[in-house]
């Protein structure tokens, strides 16, 4: 019911910037909350940041100050601008929705659609 396509990841050095962004199906787009999260090899899957239908947005304490979440509804778009990445960014990134009304969740399983994920890597 609901396809997410992430893209932008990439190469960079540490300290540098990336915007990754996800392209979504679904005419319901803005009254999804939409988030992402990223896994690195061998790790859990770990929220990233959200942004609410009403644009309200959260982080995780790793990232926040660096990143930013932001929507485009009329683009049916979410993006994830980076800054200062670090080596330890490096993950695969990936889109989600999610279609529950209510407070986000951190909690992956919360989460009720993913994009297929887009690889980051930041050199040291």
């Known amino acids: 019911q609901v396809q997410l396509v992430e893209s932008g990841g990439g190469l960079v050095q540490a300290g540098g910037s990336l915007r990754l962004s996800c392209a979504a199906s679904?005419?319901?787009?803005?009254?999804?909350?939409m988030g992402w999260f990223r896994q690195a090899p061998g790790k859990e899957r770990e929220f990233v940041a959200a942004?609410?239908?009403?644009?309200?947005?959260y982080y995780a304490d790793s990232v926040k100050g660096r990143f930013t979440i932001s929507r485009d509804n009329a683009k049916n778009t979410v993006y994830l601008q980076m800054n200062s990445l670090k080596p330890e960014d490096t993950a695969v990134y990936y889109c989600?929705?999610?279609?529950?009304?209510?407070?986000?969740?951190?909690?992956?399983?919360?989460?009720?659609?993913w994009g297929q994920g887009t690889q980051v890597t930041v050199s040291s």
């Open positions: 989600a929705a999610q279609t529950k009304s209510g407070p986000v969740t951190v909690v992956a399983g919360g989460w009720d659609y």
């Open positions: 942004i609410g239908w009403s644009s309200s947005t």
């Open positions: 679904g005419r319901t787009f803005s009254r999804y909350a």
